[in-house]
């Protein structure tokens, strides 16, 4: 078990289901799955696959969140590292040739929540369940939510999810835009592969443009505020407070 493969990627005629495989901990992102996550996307990229689905294992779970065990200790250094690293996932993603669905079969919480809308849309199991709890362990969204999700959802519906760090079911993402399709789990990654065929059918040149030109629409300038803002929490007693007393070590 403890040598299995954080990232599995199965393909199939240009489309790749990428997987993300840390069941125990909910598929929370570490610095070694993300730096899988950046080495496999870059792989399907030079090996001409145009559609990526991007899931975690296990029905309970698509990511929940970036590894809290792991960034407690943080110093601002490392918090600056550990998020520079994961907008660098974030951005690839957005700006990689690749089409990205995120099969969202759980808690997309935190990074998770902001991993699925660096993709280019989100389907959803009827059990998952998004949010951003960041501001309940002091700190702030650090893999780019702050600016995708304003752009996704709109300001207000951004800022209320952010600044109350509430998690809300498959129904309400739906509703308010973060989500395009609910489907049953165990029909999602069905749905996924059978939206993929469709758009690997069209011309690839097509598909490329549009990537970029949609990547455009996110501000570099942005991403970097929230980036260095993210740091500087870590030079705050709340935030080592709050996440130790989550890994339940007071
Ligand atoms: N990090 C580390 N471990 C986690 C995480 C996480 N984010 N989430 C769950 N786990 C672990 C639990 O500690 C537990 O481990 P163990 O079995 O060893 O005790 C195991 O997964 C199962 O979790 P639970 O027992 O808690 O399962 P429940 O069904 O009771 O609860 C929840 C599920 C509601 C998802 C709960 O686990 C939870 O609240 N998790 C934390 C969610 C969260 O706050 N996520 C946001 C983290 S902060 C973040 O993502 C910031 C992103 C930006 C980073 C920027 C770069 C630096």
Redesign the pocket.
């Known amino acids: 078990m403890e040598n299995e493969k954080l990232v599995l990627v199965e393909i199939r005629e240009k489309i790749a289901l990428i997987t993300i495989n840390r069941v125990?901990?909910?598929n929370?992102?570490n610095r070694e799955v993300i730096k899988s996550l950046l080495e496999e996307i870059d792989l399907l990229e030079k090996n001409g696959v145009i559609v990526g689905i991007l899931t975690g294992s296990g029905s309970?779970?698509f990511v929940?969140?970036?590894?809290?065990?792991?960034?407690y200790q943080?110093s601002p250094l490392e918090?600056a590292e550990?998020?520079s690293?994961?907008h660098k996932l974030m951005r690839n993603i957005e700006k990689s040739s690749i089409i990205f669905i995120a099969a969202v079969n759980g808690?997309a919480?935190?990074?998770?929540c902001?991993l699925a809308l660096a993709c280019d849309f989100i389907y959803a199991s009827e059990n998952s369940?998004f949010g951003?709890?960041?501001v309940?362990?002091g700190?702030?969204?650090?893999?780019g939510?702050t600016v995708r999700a304003p752009l996704k959802i709109g300001i207000s519906n951004a800022k209320e999810l952010i600044f109350t760090g509430k998690?809300i079911n498959s129904n309400d993402a739906f509703n308010i835009g973060l989500v395009q399709k609910i489907f049953l789990q165990d029909k999602l990654l069905e749905e996924c592969w059978s939206v993929a065929e469709s758009i690997q059918k069209n011309g690839v040149a097509s598909l490329k443009v549009l990537k970029s030109i949609f990547a455009s629409t996110v501000s570099e300038k942005d991403l970097l505020l929230e980036q260095q803002s993210?740091?500087s929490l870590f030079t705050n007693s709340e935030q080592i407070d709050r996440m130790k007393k989550?890994?339940?070590l007071f």
């Open positions: 125990k901990s909910l929370a992102l309970k779970s929940a969140g970036a590894d809290i065990s792991e960034m943080f918090a550990f998020a690293l994961g808690f919480l935190g990074g998770g902001e369940k951003f709890p960041e309940t362990l700190i702030i969204p650090g893999f939510g998690i993210f740091a989550f890994l339940k």
